[in-house]
Nanobody, 124 residues
Framework: VQLQASGGGLVQVGGSLRLSCAASGGTLSSYTTSWFRQAPGKEREFVAG????????YYADSVKGRFTISKDNAKDTMFLQMDSLKSDDTAVYYC??????????????????WGQGTQVTVSS
């Protein structure tokens, strides 16, 4: 499965962006779909995830209430709607799919496939 992320860009504090991640060579319907991000000099961190079975969603505390993860199975595309953006949200954002147990959904090691990353820059 190949993942192609898009939608990043430059936005002002308080603005919004919608990231997309399209899958090819496979379907998203049987995978947990998640977004991670990595800021310069920092480790890659979990942002949001959606379990393949049941559709439960999980968010990092830092983005809860501002970001929304979703998926369109018919188009094999996952999304991350980001609102009320802060300068701390500046990072490269990665989409990923896998089959992690619910307790390990935040672990990068649990994901099989990754997108190439898309840069999000929030300016103040």
């Amino acid at each position: 499965v190949q993942l192609q992320a898009s939608g990043g860009g430059l936005v002002q504090v308080g603005g919004s962006l919608r990231l997309s991640c399209a899958a090819s060579g496979g379907t998203l319907s049987s995978y947990t779909t998640s977004w991670f991000r990595q800021a310069p000099g920092k480790e890659r961190e979990f942002v949001a995830g959606r379990r393949w079975s049941g559709g439960a969603t999980y968010y990092a505390d830092s983005v809860k209430g501002r970001f929304t993860i979703s998926k369109d199975n018919a188009k094999d595309t996952m999304f991350l709607q980001m609102d009320s953006l802060k300068s701390d949200d500046t990072a490269v954002y990665y989409c990923a799919i896998g089959r992690p147990p619910s307790g390990l959904i935040r672990s990068t090691e649990m994901y099989y496939y990754w997108g190439q990353g898309t840069q999000v820059t929030v300016s103040s």
